[in-house]
């Protein structure tokens, strides 16, 4: 009985003074943080995904309050938490641009044709190792689904044609995907951006087309079509370098490309003027 | 005599971390910049010699008198989590560069066995006072030591052409390995 006390009391009195010590240690020592920073903190997702540039939720709102760092750029969040940061630290809300993962390749089941089939873990990261990749194209999609597993939103499906759908409402541009996938095949786009590339292959015109019905074969028709200067040929593939210059003069390039490989991502949004249809006509 | 004996052998021969594999938490998490090993080795020196400093008179003047050996364990971590809590403002309140760097190994050390482990090897061979602080100082300045040296390696190793497969974690053990064979040679330092 005595030993229970004895304990109790030592150990009591121990933690007690301990207690004592650390109590004026925090009065003396205490540092005086930002309220604004935990508040800033609660409004972010807390996805911690570093698409903002900081590694996590806590730093970026830290790094708003101390080094005046720009207020847009959780792209998780989107418009309404800049709006609500903005309101914090008393600044004019700024645009959000929403930034999207798309797929740079069409390689489908069905127009991707195959060195032979891989049989082993099937993740895109696995079967990139044996000989790159199922597919005879080098650049194309594995089809593995490594992008669907990393997803944290769940913003992308595997379709049965063997690619990536990306859901771009769920989808918040944070680019664990892009840095996920071993062919490089995502990458991230301005949600109003239209066009694009859907291939990654810089293979020549002729093997690119004898292993892929939908690969730019680098006719630079539509290179040629665009005179604003939106478009670039390297490599054999074409870039779309200035997205904001791809106007209706260069519509007609992605009319006349042979494959397809140059296309709108949302074809219904395109207003085209009569104009432009004349001149298809 | 007997205390540099007591030292020397803490810092080089008894290595807490490549001869005894105390505290290879913080020793690979933290050793891949040689300015955040300095001072997360400097944290841990600090606090092995205030845990010196405390444990022993817990011990030998409350617990051993009273019978409550049987307290030791629980005692030290006491002592130890209030110190380490202590740092950690004291840090914080320094420099907030230091803070940021050590990141949750900071409060961690709260659970480095390389600490209570020295508390508790202290007791096991019933050093007086003076050599239990100097046990702590020489224990902690060995953790530091070999921080040092694996975040010297390592930082030399971004430059090194690493199989693609050994990348990360797999060489850092690697080199782990062979630090600690090397810290083998110092065996026979003293008799």
């Not at chain 1, 870039?239 to 074809?267: L, M, Q, R, S, W």
């Not at chain 2, 997360?40 to 010196?52: E, K």
Request: charged content about 20%; hydrophobic content about 45%; proline content about 4%.
């Amino acid at each position: 009985m005595s030993t229970l006390l004895i304990s109790i009391i030592t150990l009591g009195v121990l933690a007690l003074l301990f207690a004592v010590i650390l109590a004026a240690a925090d009065a003396k020592l205490r540092v005086e943080v930002d309220p604004k920073i935990e508040e800033i903190d609660t409004i972010l997702p807390q996805a911690n995904c570093g698409a903002c540039g900081y590694p996590g939720c806590k730093n970026y709102a830290t790094a708003i309050v101390e080094k005046g760092e720009e207020i847009n750029k959780c792209s998780v969040g989107g418009q309404p938490v800049t709006d609500l940061i903005a309101k914090i630290m008393g600044v004019e809300s700024a645009a959000t641009t929403k930034v999207v993962a798309r797929v740079h390749c069409r390689g489908t089941e069905e127009a991707a044709k195959r060195k032979g089939y891989y049989e082993g873990i099937e993740t895109c990261r696995a079967a990139a190792l044996v000989s790159s990749g199922d597919k005879l194209c080098d650049w194309g999609c594995l089809g593995y689904g490594d992008c669907e597993r990393s997803c944290p939103f769940d913003a992308i499906t595997m379709m049965p044609d063997g690619l990536p759908f990306i859901d771009e409402e769920k989808c918040t541009g944070c680019g664990i995907c892009v840095e996920e996938c071993p062919k490089d095949i995502l990458e991230l786009h301005p949600i109003d951006e239209n066009v694009m590339i859907f291939c990654r292959s810089q293979d020549p015109p002729k093997q690119s087309r004898a292993v892929c019905k939908n690969a730019c074969i680098a006719c630079n028709i539509c290179v040629r079509k665009c005179p604003t200067g939106a478009l670039t040929m390297e490599n054999n593939l074409v870039y779309v370098v200035a997205p904001e210059k791809f106007t209706e003069e260069c519509y007609g390039g992605i009319d006349k490309c042979p494959t397809g490989a140059i296309n709108f991502v949302h074809p219904e949004k395109v207003v085209r003027t009569d104009k432009q249809e004349n001149d298809k006509a | 005599m007997d205390l540099l004996i007591i030292f020397v052998s803490a810092l080089l021969i008894n290595n807490f971390v490549l001869s005894y594999f105390l505290g290879i938490c913080p020793f690979l998490g933290v050793s891949n910049k040689l300015s955040s090993a300095v001072s997360m080795g400097m944290a841990v020196t600090f606090v092995m010699t205030i845990t010196a400093i405390v444990t022993w008179p817990i011990y030998h003047l409350i617990l051993a008198p009273y019978h409550l050996e049987f307290l030791e364990i629980v005692s030290f971590i006491l002592v130890i989590a209030s110190l380490v809590q202590f740092v950690e403002m004291f840090i914080r309140k320094t420099s907030e560069a230091i803070y940021d760097a050590l990141g949750i190994y900071l409060p961690l050390i709260t659970t480095n066995c390389a600490i209570l482990g020295f508390a508790l090897i202290a007791v096991l061979k019933n050093y007086t006072y003076i050599e239990t602080i100097v046990f702590g100082v020489g224990a902690g300045l060995g953790f530091t030591l070999a921080l040092v040296i694996m975040a010297g390696i390592r930082e030399e190793l971004d430059f090194a052409d690493v199989p693609e497969s050994l990348k990360g974690p797999g060489i850092t053990l690697l080199v782990a390995g062979i630090l600690a064979l090397s810290f083998m040679g110092f065996a026979g330092l003293i008799k």
